[in-house]
């Protein structure tokens, strides 16, 4: 048999010849070619800022679960006052109810971050009440926390770098790319006016009880549940609305990991 023959021969039957001094490749046995542009992006990656933002907004709030757990001591404390007039009982049960959810969550092997969080402020409310006496104190921290959070949000807005533009920058990678945006530091500005809302209505609503006269506690107990995680569900729920009406692709560039939107 000819060589030129015996090349057809092999060809016919599927064999590809070797490179030099290679050993032979049978096409069968070779791996499918990756497609041009597939991304090794995971499922649940984001391409744009509303879907960064509402997944970074559910993280930081710890969803259903974590809004409850930061209410329930705090109505524990409050309706065990108005009850009791005892404010070392209140202060018990309301310690007491944030304890029972961190047992709660250690033995469901969960993030203990929220319920730690709302055992800190309970402990902090309850030190200002047994310091002084007084029940309407235990209400006075939050006061002034809600007054510190609009003041810093606001100043973040009027010099342009809203609070909410860090979320962006968690997501990128860069923690200042999306400033180079107008569109999204106006998307930014407008979401975080929407998380200064609830805390200057807690303000504006709370303190003003807070310095009238006379044990206080009886009225701002139901406005701090009312205006607590309600409110809050009541702005993110306008943030999310107004998230899902857009699509703002996320700074280009910023993180290979992330698609640009179409």
Not at 78 to 93: E, F, M, N, P
């Amino acid at each position: 048999m000819s060589e030129r023959e015996a090349t057809e021969t092999a060809a016919a039957t599927g064999a590809t010849a070797a490179a030099p001094g290679g050993p032979p490749r049978d096409p069968a046995h070779d791996p499918a070619p990756e497609p041009s542009g597939a991304s090794a992006v995971p499922g649940d990656a984001h391409d744009t800022v509303e879907a960064a933002v509402r997944a970074q907004l559910s993280k930081a709030l710890g969803g259903v679960r974590g809004m409850i757990e930061a209410a329930v001591p705090t109505i524990g404390f409050t309706a065990t006052y108005v009850a009791s007039k005892d404010i070392k009982l209140a202060v018990g049960v309301g310690i007491g109810a944030a304890v029972v959810l961190l047992v709660l969550r250690v033995a469901q092997r969960t993030s203990v971050q929220f319920v730690l969080n709302s055992l800190v402020g309970i402990a902090i409310a309850a030190f200002f009440a047994l310091r002084s006496g007084k029940a309407e104190d235990a209400f006075l921290p939050g006061i002034m926390l809600n007054a510190g959070y609009a003041a810093a949000m606001i100043f973040s807005i009027v010099v342009r770098w809203p609070i909410v533009g860090f979320i962006i920058g968690s997501v990128t990678g860069d923690p200042t790319a999306w400033r180079s945006d107008p569109g999204i530091v106006r998307l930014c500005s407008r979401l975080t006016w929407l998380l200064v809302l609830p805390c200057a209505l807690r303000v504006a609503v709370q303190y003003p009880i807070y310095l009238a006269s006379g044990d206080q506690s009886g009225l701002l107990g139901p406005a701090k549940i009312v205006m607590g995680w309600p409110l809050q569900v009541a702005a993110l729920a306008t943030m999310v609305w107004l998230l899902a009406r857009g699509r703002t692709p996320l700074p280009a560039g910023e993180d290979a990991d992330e698609p640009e939107s179409a």
